[in-house]
Each structure stands twice: as structure tokens, then as C-alpha cells.
């Protein structure tokens, strides 16, 4: 059984996971252009992919997804709150810049204005006023929304609209995508808890605590090979039953997002500060290696430690953490701590 890392960070997350006769992807969160170019360099051949997996729809976890499945001709598996979320996230409306909707809003609204200007009657314009506010905050609210990632940029802007960045990638013609930037080969659903299989891989999905629509981390059992791997990224704390899913793993992809230090006297905004430390945050380097002290059951031959924040970590710092953490645990040649990167992909974990 592989693990390969291609990217983990809140600019993009995606890892391919094959079996003797099965090869999935977690997450697309590259264009797909990057994705086949990371594939490439550790030899990853996408044209053998079953399926891709999505953990939420935060947009570093998505950003190839549409394009890539349709260039692979490929299902995606997701939980139906998170392919709702996601359709709703790249549908038109939704995918201009925040500052575009403000000034959409304000026409909006400027053009209710009027005609409740225009209005005779008095007590119905104050009541159509009423209902247009009322609107606009609910519009604005599925605005800002959508507009979530695990990246906090005070501007809100949208990353380049990947259809477009990605337009050489796509098989199908520009018109059509524009008419439904949702469109994917086949959409198969799972449910938290549930087990299903793909080939000869059985998946468990397990509910995570953060800020999406109905978040999932992975276990994957190969049926031949009896290895299981698991991936647990974008959590904001350890409940009971990750803590018990994360039983027998061999090759554990865990997040380890952030120093507190740092992040505290950090550059990002107080309001994202409050969310990354909130319960449907993230996990702090602390908080993996109170895992790793208490919970864990030592029984893995590798540790990745991913979705570092590249400016409230370090990479040694992460380590270090973990590496302490891990010291009472009696295996010498196992729980080898590795550290997943945002800029490349890792080279493969074959076990
Ligand atoms: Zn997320
Ligand atoms: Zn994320």
C-alpha cells in the first residue's frame, strides 16, 4: 500500500492512497494542471485514479476538483452536505470576488431604494424595505460563506477561477463548463461512519470537528494487504471518535497546523486568530502531540504531519513537538515523523 503526499497547507491539499488494485485521490485542492505536474514528478500516473475523495469543500481542498474529474472521467465521492455546499460554492453567483458582490450589493440595493422611493404608498415601501435588507444580509451571508478557506486572506478575494487557469486541462468545451462549473462524471455518496468500498480498498469516513459543511477524515484498509492508512487534517480538536478511528493505523496523515506563539503574535486578523483556535479550527502543534502523548497507541510506521500553516509554524518546530510526544513510545523503528509540504509533493510512503 502508498501514500503520496502532493501538497498539504491551506493553499492546497490532495494525496493519493493506492492498494494493490486501487488508487484514489483525497482531495483536489491544486489546479488540476499542478496536480498532474506533481503526480508526474513522483510518478504517480493519474490515468490509473478510481476515484477521487473529498474530505470538505473549503477551497483548498477543491480547487482542481471539477476539472480534474472531468480530464480523468472519474466519480468523486462526497458527503451530500458537502457536494451541496460545493455546488452552491461554484456556481456562478458565488464565484466573483468578494469585492465584486459588495459592489453587486450596492447596486442592489440602490435599485430597491429607488423604487421604494418611487412607492405612494408609505407603510408598504417601509415594509419592501424591510424585506430588502432582510435579503441582502441573507445573500451577503451566503456570500461570505462560500467564500471560506483555509486561507485566511483579509482581502476575500477568490483565488484565479481554476476553469480558467485550468482551461487547457479540461476536455469540455468553454461555453458548457461556463453554463455548469458543477458538472462531474459521477457523484457517489457516502456517510460519516459508513463504510464503503472502492475496488479493494474499504474506507471509513469519520466525522470531523471544523468549519464545513459535514467535514470527514479517512481510514483506508487495503483487503489484501491488511495495512490501513488514515488521513485526519482540518480539525479543531481530537473528539473520542477520532481518537478511536485513529486505532491500528499504519501510515497516520495528521494535521499539525500551528504554534500557539506564533499564531497569537501573528499577522492574521483577530476574528481568523479566534476561528483557526476555535473547536472547527485547527489543531495546534501542542494539541497533535497531546495526541501523540495520550491517545495514540504507537503503532504506525510513519507520522506525516501536514496542513502546516506557512505563517504560524515551522516545520522543526512541528517535529520537535511530535517527535517529544513520541518518546514513550517503545517502537525504535517505527512512529518516523515526516513533514508534509505546500510547495511539493513528499516522496511516496510504501509499506
Ligand atoms: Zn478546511
Ligand atoms: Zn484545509
Redesign the pocket.
Known amino acids: 500500500m502508498r501514500m503520496t503526499v502532493l501538497a498539504s497547507?491551506?493553499k492546497g491539499?490532495s494525496t493519493v492512497i493506492s492498494s494493490a488494485r486501487t488508487r484514489v485521490l483525497v482531495d483536489a485542492?491544486l489546479s488540476c494542471k499542478e496536480l498532474l505536474r506533481r503526480m508526474a514528478l513522483v510518478g504517480e500516473d493519474p490515468d490509473t485514479l478510481d476515484a477521487i475523495l473529498i474530505?470538505?469543500e473549503?477551497i483548498?481542498?477543491v480547487t482542481g476538483l471539477s476539472v480534474l474529474a472531468r480530464r480523468l472521467n472519474i466519480p468523486v465521492f462526497f458527503t451530500e452536505p458537502t457536494h451541496r455546499a460545493w455546488v452552491r460554492m461554484v456556481t456562478p453567483r458565488t464565484t466573483m470576488t468578494y469585492a465584486k458582490w459588495l459592489d453587486h450589493l450596492q447596486q442592489e440595493k440602490e435599485a430597491r431604494a429607488a423604487l421604494v422611493a418611487s412607492s405612494a404608498a408609505a407603510a408598504e415601501s417601509a415594509s419592501a424595505e424591510a424585506e430588502a435588507i432582510a435579503q441582502i444580509s441573507a445573500e451577503a451571508a451566503v456570500a461570505c460563506d462560500s467564500l471560506r478557506?483555509?486561507d485566511p486572506n483579509p482581502t476575500l478575494e477568490l483565488p484565479p477561477d481554476p476553469d480558467e487557469a485550468d482551461a487547457d486541462c479540461d476536455p469540455v468545451s468553454a461555453p458548457k463548463v461556463k453554463a455548469n462549473p458543477a458538472a462531474l462524471p459521477a457523484v457517489e455518496y457516502f456517510h460519516a461512519g459508513t463504510n464503503f468500498s472502492i475496488g479493494d480498498l474499504d474506507i471509513t469516513p469519520f466525522t470531523i470537528p471544523?468549519d464545513a459543511a459535514d467535514p470527514c477524515g479517512f481510514v483506508f484498509e487495503s483487503r489484501t494487504e491488511h495495512i490501513r492508512m488514515a488521513v485526519a487534517?482540518?480539525l479543531g480538536y481530537m473528539p473520542p471518535n477520532v481518537k478511536a478511528a485513529l486505532k491500528g493505523i499504519d501510515v497516520l496523515l495528521l494535521e499539525s497546523n500551528h504554534d500557539l506563539e506564533m499564531l497569537r503574535d501573528g499577522p492574521y486578523p483577530w476574528s481568523v486568530k479566534q476561528r483557526v483556535l476555535s473547536r472547527v479550527g485547527?489543531l495546534s502543534n501542542d494539541a497533535t502531540a497531546e495526541f501523540l502523548q495520550k491517545d495514540y497507541d504507537g503503532g504506525a510506521a510513519y507520522i506525516v504531519l501536514g496542513?502546516l500553516s506557512e505563517s504560524n509554524n515551522v516545520p522543526e518546530l512541528a517535529r520537535l513537538a511530535a517527535e517529544q510526544a513520541l518518546t514513550g513510545h517503545p517502537s525504535l523503528l517505527g512512529n518516523r515523523v515526516l513533514l508534509a509540504q505546500q510547495g511539493a509533493p513528499l516522496e511516496s510512503i510504501c509499506l
Do not use: A, V, Y
Open positions: 497547507g491551506s491539499n485542492g474530505t470538505h473549503h483548498d481542498h478557506s483555509d471544523h487534517t482540518d485547527h496542513h
